[in-house]
């Protein structure tokens, strides 16, 4: 939604059935996708590939709390294989992962605070063949997430936009605090970023682009 938002026509790639998502869509293993439109040279078509693999291998909580607890071990890292085809493809690409996945380079670090959200939801992103000029300041967070920890409970201007239980929040709590209104479904919302995020990423490659060409 952050790239339409920033001027974009938007295709978009799962394994998994989307039927909310708001742009053209199609259904398959991305990169097996991507590898037909390097072949076939539609990726002629496109000025930008946005990818994130799924994180489940490396993130902070997979690798933390759920390790412990004996999940997570059958993830697969797929950055690498991503990036591989990324850099095939000769197009500019954004790879994004959250904290804790350190396969790849973080040029660029975002968090809800930075765009006034109800989430941190803090986000690296990888930039292959294009950079940022400059970068949004990362404020102070002005408080602590919603929620438990350790038996005690804490209140707080953000909220917890993953999981259920223990003050986790709702979805329509995830949908205000994240500025999504095209789904309802709680999985898609725990692992979305929000759009203001891609806005942001959108508009900046669009100067840089322009700056090139100028």
């Known amino acids: 939604m952050g790239y339409h938002q920033a001027g974009f026509a938007v295709d978009g ?9 708001p742009f053209a869509f199609h259904q398959g293993d991305a990169l097996d996708y991507l590898a037909r439109l390097i072949a076939s040279g539609e990726i002629e078509r496109y000025a930008l590939v946005h990818a994130s693999p799924p994180c489940q291998a490396g993130c902070a909580l997979t690798v933390g709390t759920n390790h412990s607890q004996g999940w997570g071990n059958d993830h697969i890292d797929l950055v690498a294989p991503t990036r591989e085809l990324l850099d095939a493809c000769g197009l500019p690409y954004v790879i994004e992962q959250p904290n804790g996945q350190a396969a790849i380079r973080k040029d660029l670090t975002l968090c809800g605070a930075m765009f006034g959200l109800g989430v941190l939801r803090h986000r690296n992103f990888e930039l292959g063949r294009w950079s940022v000029a400059s970068r949004p300041r990362h404020i102070k967070h ?10 005690q409970f804490f209140d707080g201007p953000y909220v917890a936009g993953y999981g259920q239980g223990g003050g986790k929040a709702t979805v329509p709590e995830m949908q205000a605090a994240m500025g999504i209104g095209w789904t309802d479904i709680r999985e898609e919302l725990t692992e979305a970023i929000p759009p203001a995020y891609t806005r942001w990423i959108g508009t900046a490659f669009r100067t840089a682009r322009q700056e090139v060409f100028a």
């Open 13 to 21: 790639i799962d394994i998994a059935d989307r039927p909310r998502y």
């Open 142 to 151: 002005e408080g602590r997430v919603r929620g438990w920890r350790h038996g």
